[in-house]
């Protein structure tokens, strides 16, 4: 761990590894070479985890989700390893540059935004707090989508991100698994006399794993995210190969190493696709055989009773719920067991995670897909929901109604496997992810289970890792509240409180804002680099960075611009504050609204820093390509984080919590974990506006923008705008969806609602940037109580209320 031996295995890997020389080649060969002698650092701590959790028989659990949104991992492991002075100075004595080097990787994006990188920061607690959970994902050679912006508009591109080779990978061929798709069942008359299951006539799909170290801070664990890739088998199709159709017969290949090709955007238009449901029983299928491999090897085959109490499978959303009913079938069919027994061990290890409360946007997938792609699968879902039609029928006899309403098979003329329901059924506990969320699922979209099970409910609110999102991130920051109250917060974040005494102090007040305003320096400079706009640090810097959707309602957002645009059109700008706007976030390729609003930003963006009026008052841009890497720079360099989504819609939020711990202040909506954002923080604290959740319901009944719009003279001076084509003057109608939206009484964000009030809030902001004392309060405010947020305290709660394992301690070696 000394400079010394870093620099040595530096030039080492440089040099002799790589074969490369003195200052040829990209940045990519410096940054793999410091990877590998980094890699090498964790390889001992990671092997003494998984021989620490053998020995203590420990129990683990699995964290399947289909997106890990890893982002970079070199600063990351040099913080966690405590390397990061040494290896500067390693670095620095070669004449290498080690944020240079840094920019040399490449992000791990395999996840569209929040559940993914929940699950990031969720490994990453889970080291910290030597937690033996390993993750389960899938190796896509493509992760999401990079993002340019061109004339205004989303385009797509491919993100090739393996194409340089991934030094934190490490292929697992021993473990290679074979997956089964199509096919049919064979029945047989088993030893005791009941029935057995064969799937037969398959075409079989091979399971490769690749392990990457997640390094816990400081503490000598590494724990594992296991990522499938598909591979061929080498079985031809032997009719085609001997008819001569060798080339043919290879190029299937194709067909099986398409599953694990492509991270699917989020993107409705996307829904029911058959490649998704392989790409989801593969990491299922994959998962659950990998867990009975090391089962079996530690226990044999014959401790199944204990099974249940040393594993846990949570599942990240439904997308890997098929999981539910690939462990009946791997302990019927493969492992001999009954129904009952098969079904008493996955109702206790089965675990599910809900992420929205969209009705629209719970998985369904058509029975008939299912039935050709996994048919044993779907008679087993059939007799778990036969089982369960018992159930219901028991507790509520004679209602019909609630039979269909809560059968895991929706009848219809194309009638559809409901995941969540596969996956409330086959698990112990059920969890949303922000207080709000939790108590409006067991009021709304899952109430009858909840009548049935009450006590599977549960709330398990989000947090963020303090390490990547603090620690890493905001060096500026962390070097002052070291200063002033010591590290514990990096591995407790309540700790964060000790600063709350320094609010008063002016002198550190002072630092606070310095710090600030380097973090808006370094903001500015990503900015102008990627938009080609110069943001004046001492304006209020206001940012909205997200997925792109309409319930997230960056067109609110836009409308507030327009508006303030107006006013300095119209000469309203007594005791103006300056404010420099971005909004980023990529829109699904399919989604044509979102994509629309991206245009109408650019455009906004255009009128507004190309007109004079607008110098030192107001600049607006839209940030390309918006990803994890860009967020280490973003949330540092934020006044106000703007979370204005429609109350009730949003599960969460995690980027929320990402602005707060860096010292913005917010304005929001009482929606998903704002709310609590907001207790921690103080109301004083918070720019709230809107319509709450109930309100939102009752409004809807009797919607009428229009009227909205005539009785609000600011809002009807922006309408004018859009609808005068003044942002697109060479393409008249352009915005009219957009329009529409607005003004229609079926808008289901309700964007007019809540116009008036967000504006409202935004004038008390500018008005509190002004006092800059009393700013940087407000700032220090959101920090010091930013403690709950910590994905610590989350995963300690998982591991309290659901997964109930022992920690296993790991010891350094010398
Ligand atoms: C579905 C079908 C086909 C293809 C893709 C998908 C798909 C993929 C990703 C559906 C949903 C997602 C991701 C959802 C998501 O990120 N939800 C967010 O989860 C966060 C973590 O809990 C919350 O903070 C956010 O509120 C929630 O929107």
């Not at 964790?42 to 420990?58: G, P, S, V, Y």
């Not at 989303?154 to 698994?177: A, I, K, M, S, V």
């Not at 102090?505 to 710090?515: L, T």
């Not at 971005?582 to 994509?595: C, T």
Request: include cysteine.
């Amino acid at each position: 761990m000394d400079v010394q031996s870093l620099s040595d295995s530096y030039r080492h890997y440089y040099h002799y590894t790589l074969g490369r020389d003195n200052g040829d080649g990209s940045v990519h060969y410096g940054f793999a070479a410091l990877a590998m002698a980094v890699r090498d650092r964790l390889m001992e701590r990671w092997k003494a985890t998984a021989r620490a959790a053998n020995q203590m028989d420990a129990t683990r659990t699995c964290y399947l989700s289909m997106e890990f949104l890893m982002g970079r991992a070199l600063n990351n492991a040099m913080l966690n390893l405590e390397i990061h002075e040494e290896v500067k100075a390693a670095l620095t004595e070669l004449g290498v540059e080690l944020e240079e080097l840094e920019e040399g990787e490449h992000d791990a994006g395999l996840g569209n935004g929040g559940l993914g990188r929940l699950a990031a920061c969720f490994l990453d607690s889970c080291a910290t707090l030597q937690l033996p959970v390993t993750g389960y994902g899938l190796r896509y050679e493509y992760g999401m989508f990079r993002q340019v912006i061109k004339d205004g508009y989303q385009l797509e591109e491919p993100d090739h991100w393996l194409r340089n080779g991934n030094p934190w990978e490490l292929e697992r061929p021993e473990f290679t698994c074979t997956v089964k798709f199509g096919g049919r069942t064979e029945y047989y008359v088993q030893d005791g006399g009941g029935l057995g299951a064969h799937w037969v006539d398959t075409h079989d799909v091979l399971a490769v794993p690749y392990d990457i170290p997640i390094p816990g801070y400081n503490n000598g664990t590494v724990n594992t995210l296991r990522l499938w890739k598909a591979e061929a088998t080498d079985e031809f199709d032997l009719d085609e190969f001997n008819a001569g159709f060798y080339p043919e017969s290879v190029a299937q290949k194709n067909q099986a190493e398409n599953i694990t090709m492509v991270l699917y955007p989020n993107d409705s238009s996307e829904n029911g696709k058959e490649l998704r449901l392989r790409q989801q029983y593969f990491l299922a299928s994959a998962s659950m055989q990998d867990v009975i491999r090391h089962w079996v090897k530690h226990h044999g085959t014959e401790a199944w009773d204990s099974f249940a109490a040393k594993n846990r499978f949570q599942l990240n959303d439904t997308h890997p719920s098929i999981a539910v009913a690939e462990l009946m079938r791997l302990l019927m069919d493969e492992q001999g067991l009954g129904w009952d027994e098969a079904w008493a061990i996955t109702t206790h290890t089965m675990a599910y995670t809900n992420h929205t409360l969209l009705p629209e946007a719970l998985e369904r997938w058509s029975v008939g897909l299912f039935k050709q792609l996994l048919p044993r699968l779907l008679e087993i879902i059939y007799e778990i929901n036969a089982r369960f039609m018992t159930l219901v029928s028991s507790h509520w006899p004679g209602d019909t109604d609630r039979m269909r309403r809560m059968s895991i098979i929706e009848e219809g003329h194309d009638p559809m496997v409901r995941m969540a329901y596969l996956a409330i059924v086959g698990s112990f506990s059920v969890n949303g992810v922000a207080a709000l969320h939790s108590k409006l699922l067991v009021e709304g979209l899952f109430k009858d289970f909840h009548e049935l099970w009450p006590e599977k409910f549960n709330n398990k609110t989000n947090g963020v890792t303090q390490r990547r999102w603090l620690a890493a991130c905001n060096p500026g920051l962390r070097a002052l509240i070291n200063d002033t109250i010591g590290d514990e917060w990096i591995t407790q974040l309540e700790a964060l409180q000790k600063l709350l005494p320094h609010a008063d102090n002016a002198a550190f007040r002072q630092r606070w804002h310095e710090v600030k305003r380097q973090n808006k320096q370094r903001l500015a400079d990503l900015v102008l680099k990627e938009c080609g706009v110069e943001f004046d640090v001492d304006a209020m810097f206001d940012v909205q960075v997200k997925r792109m959707h309409e319930y997230k309602r960056q067109l609110l957002n836009v409308l507030h611009v327009i508006h303030l645009y107006n006013r300095i059109k119209r000469g309203d700008t007594n005791d103006w504050t300056p404010r420099c706007v971005l909004i980023g976030g990529k829109a699904a390729p399919g989604y044509y609204q979102a994509k629309l609003i991206i245009k109408l930003i650019n455009n906004v963006a255009q009128v507004i820093n190309a007109d004079p009026d607008t110098q030192g008052k107001l600049r607006l841009v839209f940030f390309p390509d918006y990803r994890v890497t860009a967020m280490e720079t973003i949330c540092p360099g934020t006044d106000l984080s703007e979370q204005i989504s429609t109350a009730g819609k949003e599960a969460s939020g995690t980027g929320n919590m990402k602005f707060m711990m860096n010292g913005a202040v917010t304005i929001g909506t009482l929606d998903g974990a704002n709310i609590e954002i907001r207790e921690e923080a103080g109301e004083d604290n918070f720019f709230l506006f809107g319509l709450t959740a109930e309100e939102v319901e009752l409004v809807r009944q009797d919607y009428r923008p229009d009227e909205i719009i005539a009785a609000d003279d600011d809002f009807a001076e922006v309408m004018r705008l859009l609808e005068s084509g003044y942002f697109n003057q060479f393409n008249p109608g352009q915005f009219d969806p957009i329009i529409h939206s607005i003004r229609s009484p079926h808008d289901p964000w309700l964007v007019a609602a809540d116009f008036r009030s967000f504006i409202d809030a935004q004038q008390r902001a500018a008005t509190a940037y002004q006092d800059r004392d009393h700013w940087v309060r407000m700032s220090i405010m959101n920090a010091a109580n930013s403690g709950k947020f910590s994905t610590d305290r989350t995963m300690r709660e998982y591991n309290e209320d659901i997964w109930r394992m022992e920690t296993v301690p790991v010891h350094p070696p010398e």
